[in-house]
Every structure is written in structure tokens, then in C-alpha cells.
């Protein structure tokens, strides 16, 4: 299911910065939507995340203690927030706008910077754009900051620190290719740094994410994202995962945030959203997500989403390729 909402969400990477620091500096980033028009164009939504390379700094979402990072800890923000990296945890600032408005197309941007003293930081940052309209159930099931560490049992080692390995080496070659190889890394990065919090996540959560490990909510997604275009009902649906409707219509709300017809809708939404970008004709896109008729689907279309599909397809399609 995290593979299918990854791929209906249409995720674009970037590594953006190479901070090469030395004692003391402070570096504090503004909230994720001022600047995504300017660092990942025609994103709905921006997602920062920093590795720390070499040496230690702290991080901190504004409002939040301050997290000790070390060598080889990621911390990730993905509601957007604002935050702050610095070489001392009462450090403070504000952040420079100046800093995202490229003066080259050249990726990442290498920055050096600091008060000269002899503790140096590298940290690389990344961003990744995705859609958050009409349905992106990751994005409200993820907190304020995620931190994995470099050590312990949620070490961001093995195919993490091969991307970060990877990622690093690539961005101090002047090689042909190296901004799309950088991006992919960025995109990589965040997929295994969701997986590596879903394992790492205490039992005894709620919400999508917590949903996926849960063995009754778990099985009824799989079964709605294996076949969203099945005729499904609740009796059915609890059917295929052998309990009773109403051990699943509990279970399924109090874990997911919505009964389960209500989550095929909107999921439905999603995947008809993506087919419409793609050029498909609404009747097409209705068939292929489980309605009988296309009047039918556009009704369910605007009450959820807001708008006709039409409408919708001409507000979201990017204007190079928006034949209106």
C-alpha cells in the first residue's frame, strides 16, 4: 500500500544543498511553502530533509527541542515546518531567503560558512515535491519530525547509507547525468526513511502508517488498493478478511480516520486524479476506478475533490501541457 500511494502521489526529488560548516553557525529554514514555488516548481507540497555527512549539529522543527544529530542521523520534516540546524542548541536565526533563489541550474548548491573554529559539520539537504490534493493518506499519517540515527537498531545503514554514500560522492563529481542521479537518490532516501520509521514505530499507535502493521486493517487495504475498482461493501470486504463487519468497520475507522467505504472513495479519487494528469478521457478514468457511468463518477468527483473533473484536470495540468 506505501508503494501505491508513493507512486499515485508523483514524487520529485531534488538535492538541493552541500553545507560545508565550521563552529559556530546557525541555519534556519523558512516553512516548507514559501519557498516550494521557488526550490521544486509546481509541487503541491515540499518536504526538507537533512543528512548529516560528517560531523554533529542540532536540529529542531521552530518550537520543539532541540535533537542531537551525529554522523550518519537523518532528520526529516514532513508537515513542512519550519526549523533550524545549528552547532550549538541555543543557537538562533533567521532564515536567508536569498540562499533558495538559484543562481545556477547546477545541483547541489555548494555552500561554505561558519565562525572559523575548529568543529566542522557537512550537511546535505534535500527536498522532495509530491501531491497532497485530493488524497495523500501518508502525508497526514507522518509527524512533525522523524530523526533516525546513525546508530542502533534504526541505524539509516545498509540501502539507506548506500544512498547517502552514493548521494554524497555524486554531488562533489562534475559528472554528465549527476542531477537526475541526485534526484533519484533524494526520492530513494525518503521512501526507505518511511519505512525504516514505519519499523520503528512503537506498538499501540493509530493512523494509516500504524494501519499497514495492524493484521485486520492491513489485509483490508491491501485487498481495497489491490482492486479499488471492485464493487466493494463492507460485508464483502470483511468477508475477504475473514472477520465480522463490525470488528472491521471499527477497527478500520479508529485505525485509518475513516470508514472503509469512505477511504475507497477518496483513494478512488486519488488514482482518477493521476489518470486525468495523464490525458485519459474522464469516462476511461471512471470505468478504470470502479464507477458505471461517467456521470456518476463526476458527481462523486466534485463532492469530494470540489470540482468537475474537467474543471479539475484544467487547474492541474501543467500549462506546457494543458491543451485548453
Known sequence: MLSDVLRSVRLSGAVYF????????????PPSREIAAIVMPGAQRVIEYHLVARGACWGHAVGEPPIRLKEGDLILFPQGDAHVLSSAPDLRGQPDMSLFVRSTTRLP??????????????????????????????????????????????APSGWLGTLLHIALR?????????????ARMSELMFVETIRRYIETMPSGQIG??????????????????????????VESL???????????????????????????ALWRMQLAS?????GEPVAAVAAAVGYESEAAF????????????ATWRRANVPREHNPS
Open 170 to 182: 555524486e554531488s562533489g563529481l562534475a559528472r554528465a547525468g549527476r542531477d537526475n542521479i541526485l
Open 18 to 29: 552541500d553545507f560545508e560548516l565550521s563552529a559556530p553557525w546557525v541555519a534556519a529554514a
Open 238 to 264: 470483511a468477508r475477504a478478511v475473514a472477520v465480522s463487519r463490525s470488528v472491521l468497520a471499527d477497527r478500520f475507522a479508529e485505525m485509518v480516520g475513516h470508514p472503509p467505504m469512505q477511504y475507497l
Open 109 to 154: 548548491l555548494v555552500i561554505e560558512g561558519g565562525g572559523g573554529g575548529p568543529d566542522h559539520t557537512r550537511i546535505v539537504c534535500c527536498f522532495l515535491g509530491c501531491d497532497e490534493r485530493p488524497f495523500n493518506p501518508l502525508l497526514t499519517a507522518l509527524p512533525q519530525t522523524i530523526h533516525l540515527s546513525g546508530a542502533g537498531q534504526d
Open 298 to 309: 463526476s458527481r462523486a468527483f466534485k463532492k469530494l475533490v470540489g470540482d468537475s473533473p
Open 208 to 233: 494509516w502508517l500504524a494501519g499497514l502493521r495492524d493484521p485486520i486493517v492491513g489485509q483490508a487495504l491491501a485487498e481495497l488498493h489491490g482492486q479499488p475498482a471492485l464493487a466493494w461493501t
Open 274 to 278: 493521476r489518470r486525468l494528469l495523464e
